[in-house]
């Protein structure tokens, strides 16, 4: 994938377009990511062996990897990811400059 855990992105699509957030969690088979702050859904609680009390808190759901684009960490702006072959390694680059932007894990 493309986009990794700990990236920043931006949204580009949907009821949270604009907004900039770290990638908490990235599920590839399913195409999603779980974005900080975007996609917060209000979720109730039943008092259990987890927690004592119960009630409504606020969670971030997955976001469509098709709705976020990187944010390159030089110039801040969105950009495209390409993969390029360095030295027998695998490095994620960003198209518009050929930049290498972070090693594949």
Do not use: C, F, W
């Not at 990794?4 to 907004?19: E, F, H, L, T």
């Not at 609680?45 to 976020?68: A, L, R």
């Amino acid at each position: 994938m493309k986009i990794q855990k700990d990236d920043k992105v931006k949204i580009i699509s949907g009821k949270d377009r604009g907004k900039v957030g770290k990638v908490l969690r990235v599920y590839p088979s399913r195409g999603e990511v779980v974005v900080e702050g975007v996609n917060m859904v209000k979720k109730h609680i039943k008092p259990g062996k987890v927690s004592k009390e119960g009630g409504i808190i606020s969670m971030e759901k997955p976001v469509k990897i098709s709705n976020v684009m990187l944010v390159d960490p030089k110039t801040g702006e969105p950009a495209k990811v390409g993969y390029k072959i360095i030295d027998g390694k695998k490095y994620r680059i960003n198209k518009k400059t050929g930049e290498v932007v972070g090693a594949k894990k």
